[in-house]
């Protein structure tokens, strides 16, 4: 399996194998890697010629240096884990050097104001972070397409906005949420769960899954109300917030309007670590 460090070796490596009728996946990863992130990978071998998978903990897109310090990396056990999946699949691991040639700060964007719901509002600075990386790793790459879960749902819609915004040649998609057998949604965060921790939070998605009932007859707030007070007084949950909003424009919604598609979010802590996961409403 080829395995690429700096962004010139993986930058000649692609021109050597591109042809005219050549295509490449890639799918951006931070590591730690599980069933979802390798569905993503599954996806991106069967639609391109050439899948192409990065590691790299960004370090612009947290906002909170403990996060960074304790984020989950193992590259060995991640390369085992691609070449059980293909050895075709090209590796880059770039050092946050070889990305951000000694300034690692972003960028500035503007995302119509995608950025501000949310995971915008709870971490600043985050899409900042997400954009520059992600547009970093688009010009090195140029990919055709490029895979990302819905379970950053929020920032599968800002990366859709950034191709649209700066003209991109590339396809976003999309990929469904894998989930644990509790349902709990896959995650390297996870890794950093207790086992106990583990069980237990598979009441995120179960609450979820409830609120989506709910949704169909009841009023938003009767929602809301419902999961803010499933969380309140748990002794293991904190939650940091619960939002239905459009999917487009992921502006929070009190009222249902029967034209759009609904989605729930949300982000609990567990004993400090934080979780998120989403559910369409529609
Ligand atoms: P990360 O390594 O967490 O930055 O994730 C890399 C990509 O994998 C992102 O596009 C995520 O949305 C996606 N991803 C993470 N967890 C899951 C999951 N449980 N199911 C599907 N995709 C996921």
Redesign the pocket.
């Given at each position: 399996m080829p395995i690429f460090y700096a962004k010139e070796q993986l930058i000649a490596h692609l021109e050597l194998i591109s042809t005219a009728d050549s295509s490449i996946g890639f799918?951006?990863?931070?590591?730690?890697?599980?069933?979802?992130?390798l569905?993503?990978m599954q996806q991106s071998l069967t639609e391109n010629t050439h899948t192409i998978v990065s590691i790299f903990v960004n370090p612009t897109q947290f906002n909170n240096p403990e996060d960074l310090a304790k984020y989950p990396r193992n590259l060995e056990a991640d390369l085992s884990k691609i070449t059980a999946l293909s050895t075709n699949i090209i590796v880059y691991a770039p050092t946050v050097e070889d990305i951000y040639s000694g300034n690692p700060v972003s960028q500035s964007f503007d995302f119509d104001g995608l950025e501000n719901q949310m995971e915008g509002q709870f971490r600043p600075g985050h899409f900042n972070g997400v954009g520059t990386i992600v547009k970093r790793l688009f010009e090195i790459v140029n990919p055709t397409r490029a895979?990302?879960?819905?379970?950053?749902f929020q920032?599968?819609q800002i990366v859709k906005k950034l191709a649209v915004k700066y003209n991109l040649p590339v396809t976003i998609i999309g990929?469904?949420?894998?989930?644990e057998a509790n349902q709990l949604?896959?995650?390297?965060r996870n890794e950093r769960l207790s086992e106990e921790e583990r069980n237990q939070a598979g009441l995120i998605y179960q609450t979820l899954a409830q609120a989506k009932i709910k949704f169909q007859n009841e009023d938003i707030e009767k929602v809301n109300q419902f999961v803010q007070q499933t969380f309140e007084n748990h002794p293991l949950f904190e939650l940091e917030y619960f939002v239905i909003a459009d999917e487009e424009k992921l502006i929070t919604c009190h009222n249902k309007d029967k034209n759009k598609n609904y989605r729930a979010f949300i982000a609990v802590f567990v004993n400090n670590i934080r979780l998120i996961d989403t559910i369409s409403l529609n």
């Open positions: 799918v951006p990863t931070m590591g730690a890697l599980h069933s979802g992130h569905a993503l895979y990302f879960g819905e379970k950053d920032q599968l990929c469904p949420i894998f989930r949604a896959m995650s390297s």
